[in-house]
Structure formats: C-alpha cells, structure tokens
C-alpha cells in the first residue's frame, strides 16, 4: 500500500464510536432487564404449568388451518 504510512488514528472519532456503542448497549439492554425484574416469576411458571396440563388432556392434535382450509375449498369446490 503506497500511503499506508501516512494514515493515522483519529483517537476523538474512536472515542466517540466507543461511547456510542457503549450508550447504545447500555439503553437497549436496560430495557429487558427492567421488564425481567418486574416478572412475577412463580406466577408465570404456574401459568405455563396449567396451559401444559391444558394441552397434555386434549384428545385430537391442535388443528392446521392451512390444512383445513386446503380441505374446505376441496369440499366448497365440487358443491357449486
């Protein structure tokens, strides 16, 4: 590289990208971390337990309605 001796380090254009980041992470990481503290822990542990038991006592699998609908316009097909 011909000039590659002459280019040199701008320590304020650094600094500045640094504190940027740095602010950045520290703003968008505050956010979650705020909301984890206010989660009542226990109480979403029972209400995923009970939406667990909820689903484990259904007789048929959940329904696709992609399926379903495949199905319907087959049977909505041949009536008309």
Known sequence: MPRLAETTLDWRVLGFATATSLV???????????????????????????????????????????????ADDRAGAGAG
Not at 43 to 63: C, D, I, Y
């Open 24 to 70: 950045t992470a520290l703003l968008f990481g505050a956010g979650p971390a705020v909301a984890l503290c206010r989660t009542n822990v226990q109480e979403v542990l029972k209400e995923g337990a009970r939406s667990a038991s909820h689903r484990a006592g259904r007789s048929s699998p959940p329904r696709d309605d992609r399926a379903s609908a495949r």
